[in-house]
């Protein structure tokens, strides 16, 4: 089973409205303990993202002068003079569907270089958040469940083998597959198959043919 984003994320979203003043969110990052969350409209659609770094450039640079204390970007510039979230937001935000697969969200997390991710409908509406946390939870499954899946989904249903015809070991996350299969071609496309199921940490492969 390749698990998708809305399986992992996080539906209880701490949000603040665009309107929201600057000591506002202070309040709410440090009562609730998060380094950053999403910013919405009045539809309830992510406007932007707003983070400890954008909020900490006013600390960074309390003159917002033309001197060279100031920051060397513009639109930190203009942060440092923000007073709501509207101003002191990223945006547009790096957001992605409840119905991608979660390697996708872990890729994009890479390319962007963000946290987390809101999840939003087609519509924009903000549904949830998928942090890096919580795409690396998909790790933290018992070998036991794994190889189960392997056995039963993979071995027996997808590629029509006995049950036992393929030896399956699988420890720490580490699958190890031996015994005889048919061709090569076989052999590559049960390993591929193997990878893409959550938990999986690496694939030996000791199969013959």
Do not use: Q
């Amino acid at each position: 089973m390749t698990s998708t984003v809305k399986d992992v994320m996080t539906s209880n979203v701490v949000a603040v409205r665009k309107e929201a003043e600057f000591k506002e969110i202070i309040k709410v990052m440090r009562r609730r303990h998060f380094s950053a969350f999403p910013v919405l409209d009045a539809d309830d659609r992510v406007a932007g993202v707003v983070s400890e770094a954008d909020l900490l450039l006013k600390e960074a640079f309390p003159a917002a002068g033309g001197g060279a204390d100031r920051p060397y970007r513009w639109r930190d510039r203009a942060k440092v003079a923000a007073l709501t979230a509207a101003d002191l937001m990223t945006s547009p935000a790096v957001t992605i569907g409840p119905d991608c697969p979660v390697t996708e969200a872990a890729r994009l997390m890479l390319k962007r270089r963000v946290k987390r991710l809101p999840v939003v409908a087609d519509t924009g509406r903000l549904l949830g958040i998928v942090s890096r946390v919580d795409v690396l939870g998909l790790y933290d499954r018992a070998d036991a469940d794994i190889r189960g899946e392997i056995v039963d989904d993979v071995i027996t249903d997808l590629f029509l083998l006995e049950p036992g015809s393929i030896m399956v070991k699988v420890v720490s996350g580490i699958v190890t597959l031996s015994g005889p299969i048919e061709n090569a071609a076989v052999a590559n496309s049960l390993i591929d198959s193997v990878w893409h199921l959550d938990g999986v940490v690496d694939v030996r492969d000791r199969l013959h043919y």
